[in-house]
T-cell receptor
Framework: EAGVAQSPRYKIIEKRQSVAFWCNPI?????LYWYQQILGQGPKLLIQ????????DSQLPKDRFSAERLKGVDSTLKIQPAKLEDSAVYLC????????????????FGPGTRLTVL | DAKTTQPNSMESNEEEPVHLPCNHS???????IHWYRQLPSQGPEYVIH???SNVNNRMASLAIAEDRKSSTLILHRATLRDAAVYYC???????????FGTGTRLTIIP
């Protein structure tokens, strides 16, 4: 079974440029999450989708960050314009309370995209 | 969100058991105790979760105190592949959201 896919794996940009990250969740997972992980810290939730609707975006800096999940499958996270403090790993995760008849309690994470803003 | 407290780092010898503690004195009755770990350069992965009773799976065991104010993740025989940051997280029954702290960095000594 394929896991959560993310691309690119690495990205280096100059401050004030824009950048986009892509995530393909596990097939059939209704819930998708984007996390930001700054070096030395645990992941911080930015936004949570249930199908293609937003459940929680309370920690998303909406003046520069945006995210969408068209058709309830793939998702993109965009930063425009980027700041130095946006340097971090951006993790995508997906989950499903029930999947193929089994009750799940865990989130499945992708490998992340490491963003460096110069 | 109810908070957890974990040691910043721990060391253990290879092939020995490891006990990773977590304090959660403000846990509520509907909070599940979840453990995730993050290997170097990877996303976090689920390890185990429980509510009141001790739990075992192929990866680890979870021992929960009777008053639920603390728990211990037990790796029965540590290998070098178990070197990771381990996160103890309280998750409300009706909420899929995870709130990560800084976790415990486990180092395995060959």
């Amino acid at each position: 079974e394929a896991g959560v896919a993310q691309s690119p794996r690495y990205k280096i940009i100059e401050k004030r440029q824009s950048v986009a990250f892509w995530c393909n969740p596990i097939s059939g997972h209704a819930t998708l999450y984007w996390y930001q992980q700054i070096l030395g810290q645990g992941p911080k939730l930015l936004i949570q989708f249930q199908n293609n609707g937003v459940v929680d975006d309370s920690q998303l800096p909406k003046d520069r960050f945006s995210a969408e999940r068209l058709k309830g499958v793939d998702s993109t996270l965009k930063i425009q314009p980027a700041k130095l403090e946006d340097s971090a790993v951006y993790l995508c995760a997906s989950s499903s309370k029930t999947f193929r008849g089994r009750i799940y309690n865990e989130q499945f994470f992708g490998p992340g995209t490491r963003l460096t803003v110069l | 969100d109810a908070k957890t407290t974990q040691p910043n780092s721990m060391e253990s010898n290879e092939e020995e058991p490891v006990h990773l503690p977590c304090n959660h004195s403000t846990i509520s009755g509907t909070d599940y105790i979840h453990w995730y770990r993050q290997l170097p350069s990877q996303g976090p992965e689920y390890v185990i979760h429980g509510l009141t009773s001790n739990v075992n799976n192929r990866m680890a065991s979870l021992a929960i105190a009777e008053d639920r104010k603390s728990s211990t993740l037990i790796l029965h025989r540590a290998t070098l592949r178990d070197a990771a940051v381990y996160y103890c997280i309280l998750r409300d029954f009706g909420n899929e959201k995870l709130t990560f702290g800084t976790g415990t960095r486990l180092t395995i000594i060959p």
